[in-house]
């Protein structure tokens, strides 16, 4: 067996053991003899690339669908519901520093939340990756609603939720890099962004 | 004949504005003719669009296993063939055929009478 038949059914055990178990041996055939099949040598390699592309996409939506079949919700919005979980951090800090400075008049910045490792994870980690796979689901339900790629339907139906969340994620990550003037933890100068105040004081290791 | 007749009342009922995913329709219309298994359902899917779908192996599974879970297609043996796992159209799933290509064919309709069509299909 050719060595690139053999890596894709490596690549097969990605997909959950149910779909695995039901469909694998048949995609592992199915993909055997498209590839046989076809004569062209830069063909086969379309065809190669194009399952790899679309393998991650499809694995996810195995993965989701087996959420769906236990909760009784669509792909999209788990994955809305998934991407929205990612950003609570986010607005649960923000809203324990308004309250501090309500309460006490002092912003909650000594605390371990605005720690810069924390603040890495809940102000460019998690946005980056709810945004990630929101866009991902988005995307690939557009192209599966659309017979050419060039034609992607902009607004798939049922999607609002994932295409809410991409851009709330999206403008957090926006703040996180253009957003300047903050009060990071240890006093940055002006003209600071999160960003740079984040990965300087993580790289200088300041525990201050 | 009174199954068909039931399956018709069930979709007219359950029937509203949205229909088939464009990849189950394909999927269905492959197999209007006769049983076929995965890469047959492919070559026919490439064939029928005049290779505009090109079809990947992961993407076809996606959707037999969402059309069986429907129910508009089931899994057949084939005592010649037991390399390959082949399928074919559930009673609802012709009725669903048929009813897709209904609309469809009403919708060619209305955009002749309006001369929308692109020229090279106008004539047909």
Known sequence: MPLVNKLYRKLLLLYPLSYRTAYGKEIANTFDDMLANEPIVYRR?????????MLPGNVAEQYLNSIQTVTNISLQNSVALVGFLLLIPFFGASLLDELSEHLSGAHAFHTWIWSPFAIGIWI???PALSMFISLTIYTLTAIRKSIK???VVMYPKGSLPLAIVTILSASILALAIY?????CLHASPDGTTFLQCVVTNITTHDTK | MFDIVFF???NCMKRSFNHLPQVAFNILLALALKPRHGYEII???DDDSDGKIKLGA???YSSIKQLRESGLIEEIDMPDDTRRRYYKLSREGEITLKHELAYYEQSLKVARSRHVLPKTYASR
Do not use: T, W, Y
């Open chain 1, 124 to 126: 460019i980690l998690l």
């Open chain 2, 43 to 45: 070559q026919q899917i």
């Open chain 1, 45 to 53: 390699l379309i065809i190669i690339l194009k399952e790899l592309l």
């Open chain 1, 149 to 151: 790629v060039s034609k």
């Open chain 2, 8 to 10: 018709d009342i069930i």
């Open chain 2, 58 to 60: 992961g993407a076809l």
């Open chain 1, 179 to 183: 957003q300047k003037d903050v009060n």
